[in-house]
């Protein structure tokens, strides 16, 4: 294959899901020096047209007021607003105890704590935007099948054979990561024996913006105020239990959420197809390798209670697109060590920090020892009464956690 065959560009994401399209719509927004704008590629292994896209199925995800502030500053808020359901409070308890806060987005001069999207409409409004944009090009599918970074460039080598010369390399391709175990990048892991199951129900009751977060003796219960008075269910169980909720028909698995959740929005009267996923933190140490960054799921994956998921990995999108707009204006290499190391820096403490909440919070309030459970509702009945207490839960909540590039 001659030189002239080899498609060159400057940013390559590999993973097409909500942090690849995200921060490629992101960086196709910046500039050179000279006015000129990046060439993008992104490569993505599933035909993103169906439900069954794993970067866009049926699932709904909370953005924090912090994310949403992040994808207005972006210029992308305008895909997703048509499609969100606002959170105007959170509920927090703790079933069968005294333990419970509350969190309302008046007290914080806010118009809503966060908003709630369906991953298949904010996948359908990317997919668009990444079309529209000229300097964007999509590959689909596509898969990576070698990866040789040198000093200057990264040059990946597809299944189909086409080769690419790129400056900078982003993982964006999940918790089953290629290029991360192609680097050989070390993870923390941590299996919570759980399994999520995620669903759409109806109550009798219209949310009207309120979010529940429950913590039962099997796991933590969410549900999320969606549009059309629907909710978005996340229902952490054991194994054992999974594998039993997923065999009722839908009125013996209402009743059983019934009892798990209780009255708070009167009767469940529909559920919607059930889909379950393994809970498994993958923490990327040290998400950096020569001319490469991972981010999103790639670089951590994490239990789904409170919600940090996604809004950790768009504090990532944010800041890498800072770092990237920031070394243009200087005529920096993009791909340095320089530059993705200073980008590391932003990122570090925030990812650490989000890594270590949402594990204690998922192992505390799993477990049924007498001493726990005294200890975690009394911390929830403190926080109800003192602000001051509630405070980091918030800081989370809203995603105002991290300096943020506004570049």
């Given at each position: 294959?001659s030189q002239?065959?080899?498609?060159q560009?400057d940013v390559?994401?590999?993973g097409?899901?909500m ?5 490629a719509?992101s960086?196709a927004?910046?500039l050179?020096?000279?006015g000129s704008p990046?060439?993008?590629l992104?490569?993505?292994?599933s ?7 794993s970067?866009?199925?049926?699932r709904?995800?909370a953005l924090?007021?912090g994310t949403?502030?992040?994808l207005?500053?972006?210029g992308?808020w305008?895909?997703f ?7 105007t409070?959170i509920?927090?308890?703790d079933r069968?105890?005294f333990?419970?806060a509350?969190?309302s987005?008046a007290?914080?001069g806010?118009?809503?704590l966060?908003?709630?999207i369906?991953?298949a ?6 997919q668009?935007a990444?079309?529209?944009?000229p ?5 689909c599918?596509a898969?990576v099948?070698e990866?040789?970074?040198?000093e200057?460039?990264v040059?990946l080598t597809?299944?189909?054979g086409?080769q690419?010369?790129t400056r900078?390399l982003v993982a964006?391709?999940?918790?089953n990561?290629?290029v ?7 993870v923390t892991?941590h ?6 199951i995620?669903?759409t129900?109806?109550?009798a009751?219209d949310?009207e913006?309120r ?8 796991g933590?219960?969410a ?6 008075g ?11 239990e999974?594998?039993?909720?997923m065999?009722?028909d839908?009125?013996?698995f209402?009743?059983?959420l019934q009892?798990?959740?209780g ?5 469940f009267?529909?559920c919607?197809?059930?889909?379950v996923?393994?809970l ?15 981010v999103g799921?790639a670089a ?9 998921g ?5 504090r990532?999108?944010d ?6 707009a920031?070394?243009?204006a ?5 791909g340095?060590f ?5 980008y590391?820096?932003l ?5 650490a920090?989000?890594?270590?909440l949402?594990?204690s919070?998922a192992?505390?309030?799993s477990?049924g020892?007498?001493p ?8 929830l009945t403190l926080m109800?009464?003192?602000?001051c ?11 105002f956690v991290?300096d943020?590039?506004?570049?």
């Amino acid at each position: 294959m001659s030189q002239s065959d080899v498609r060159q560009v400057d940013v390559t994401l590999v993973g097409g899901g909500m942090s690849g399209a995200v921060l490629a719509l992101s960086l196709a927004a910046l500039l050179r020096s000279d006015g000129s704008p990046l060439e993008i590629l992104l490569l993505e292994a599933s035909v993103p047209e169906q439900h069954t896209h794993s970067g866009f199925d049926a699932r709904a995800i909370a953005l924090s007021a912090g994310t949403c502030d992040a994808l207005l500053r972006r210029g992308l808020w305008p895909l997703f607003a048509p499609h969100c359901a606002p959170i105007t409070q959170i509920h927090v308890s703790d079933r069968g105890h005294f333990g419970q806060a509350r969190l309302s987005a008046a007290e914080y001069g806010l118009p809503a704590l966060g908003q709630v999207i369906e991953l298949a409409a904010a996948g359908h409004e990317l997919q668009r935007a990444m079309a529209a944009s000229p300097n964007i090009r999509v590959c689909c599918p596509a898969r990576v099948s070698e990866i040789a970074p040198d000093e200057e460039k990264v040059t990946l080598t597809l299944e189909s054979g086409e080769q690419i010369e790129t400056r900078l390399l982003v993982a964006a391709d999940g918790g089953n990561s290629f290029v991360r175990q192609h680097f050989k990048l070390p993870v923390t892991r941590h299996d919570f024996e759980q399994h999520a199951i995620i669903a759409t129900v109806k109550t009798a009751q219209d949310p009207e913006g309120r979010a529940f977060e429950r913590f039962t003796e099997g796991g933590p219960l969410a549900l999320l105020p969606m549009q059309e008075g629907l909710s978005s269910l996340v229902w952490s169980v054991g194994q054992q239990e999974v594998d039993e909720l997923m065999a009722l028909d839908e009125g013996a698995f209402l009743a059983r959420l019934q009892q798990a959740f209780g009255w708070r929005l009167g009767r469940f009267e529909r559920c919607g197809v059930r889909n379950v996923y393994p809970l498994i933190l993958t923490a990327c140490d040290y998400p950096l390798a020569q001319r490469t960054v991972l981010v999103g799921n790639a670089a951590h994956a994490l239990h789904p209670i409170a919600g940090q998921g996604f809004n950790l990995g768009m504090r990532d999108l944010d800041l890498l697109t800072g770092a990237v707009a920031k070394a243009l204006a200087e005529g920096e290499d993009i791909g340095s060590f320089k530059v993705l190391n200073g980008y590391w820096q932003l990122r570090q403490r925030d990812q650490a920090q989000t890594v270590w909440l949402t594990s204690s919070l998922a192992q505390l309030f799993s477990n049924g020892l007498d001493p726990l459970v005294a200890g975690r509702n009394l911390a929830l009945t403190l926080m109800g009464r003192l602000p001051c207490l509630k405070a980091p839960l918030a800081s989370r909540t809203l995603g105002f956690v991290a300096d943020v590039c506004g570049n």
